[in-house]
């Protein structure tokens, strides 16, 4: 297990219930009728509901570092024992989410309209303050906040969440497996499905778990060639090339090694975690994660085929270094830099930034300091000569690998992000 972080943000945009009195508010002198009472109580909720998804949305793209922070504080705000306990905590924790708030205004990551919905959000959390309802508010708010976040990943958007609810026991993913199966209606365990149901398994599967089909077909083409049973590595299997490290998905009736569509929903959980462990690496290291799709999609790539550690060695150098995590050349040219495809897109010529130490071949940048710290492998002399030097260091390497990877991902334009 992870240990909880226990930083100083406010529980899921700490705000709202709408709300009627709460067990420390005095009764007011003449109470409104209960269909007013109501109507204001509606009324409030939209309010609220409209805040929260306006800042939500815009926090996913601009702010994703506080986003994930919310979301853990809210997470722990919940686990404490007593509605008393957890009351102080959201008392103590609101200011400081109003000031991360506010340093999110005024650093431009609001626009002007979800600048707008922060005021009314804090001027209704200021009243639950005075009225004592903050904590009933907070209960309503964390459930739209978890609703809304979860919709939006399960939609594919872009959000890399480090407390992310995956279906990691086998039970629940083979569970979608079953369900793929009904869908496709195959009947049985099979290795020997037709294109159009491989589309659609990867459709599916990929929706189920937030990652573009597409993309899932891609990973699946430079893994196996898209064959379902001929491993291509004898320590994987499948048409997603699952190692067999992961033990408990070899085993029962249908299994990841005799069922193709079993075997495209693990490999997309798999590359959720790998999503997720994005998220933390980056919040460890005290950086925003990125929220590019098409940076997302190349170092979880990356991470799939070389281990979710080297997520900590890319967001330790992309924090040493302070490139734009956005921006993909400057994974290899630092920050301001940049590379160049040459020889039909056989070779990469790296364009480094200024003041850097980085060189042509894209050496000291985050993506070469974390080949190294993963450690050199020694290729075969076959797949050596299949990959080529990419960058022109005058070795193969696992950079060559990622490059490789990289440059059929970014030169395939049926993987373009809408």
Known sequence: MRPRRRSLWAAALLSLLPSGCGPDQPPPAERPSPAAQAAAARASRRDF?????????????????????????????????????????????????????ERSAARGRLSPEGAAKWKVFRAQVQKAIAEGTLLERALFAGKAFEDKVQGLLGRGTTMLDPDRKLPEEKDAYM??????????????????????????????AGEALGIRP??????????SGLRQSVPSNPAAAGIMQIEKVHKAAFLGAWNVANDTITNIVYGALLRAQVDREMARRFEDAGIAPPSSARV??????????????????????????KIDVNDFGEYLGGPGGGYTLVDDAKR???????????????????????????????????????????????????????????????????????
Do not use: C
């Not at 102080?88 to 924790?93: D, L, T």
């Not at 999609?297 to 270094?321: I, P, S």
């Open 296 to 321: 997302v999609e190349f170092l979880g790539d990356l991470a799939y085929n070389r281990g979710t550690a080297l997520l900590k060695h890319v967001a330790k150098h992309a924090a040493e270094q």
């Open 49 to 101: 509901e409209d805040a929260i998804t306006s800042l939500i949305d815009e926090l996913s793209v601009k702010d994703p570092l506080l986003l994930s922070r919310i979301r853990a504080e809210q997470r722990r705000i919940r686990a404490l024992p007593s509605r008393e306990a957890q009351s102080a905590a959201v008392r103590g924790a609101y200011p400081i989410l109003e000031r991360a708030l």
């Open 214 to 223: 597409e993309f899932l077909k891609y990973m699946a083409k430079t893994e």
């Open 348 to 418: 990469i010529v790296v364009t480094p930034g200024p003041g850097t130490r980085i060189d042509r071949t894209g050496r000291n940048s985050v993506l070469e300091l974390s080949s190294r710290d993963i450690g050199r492998v020694l290729f075969s002399r076959k797949l050596a000569a299949g990959l080529g030097d990419r960058n022109g260091d005058a070795r193969v390497d696992h950079l060559d690998v990622w490059l490789t990877r990289g440059v059929r991902y970014l030169d395939d334009a049926s993987l373009a992000v809408p």
């Open 175 to 204: 569970t979608l497996s079953q369900w793929i199966h009904g869908e496709l209606k195959v009947p049985r365990n099979s290795t020997a499905l037709k294109p159009p149901q491989i589309d659609r398994a990867f459709e599916l």
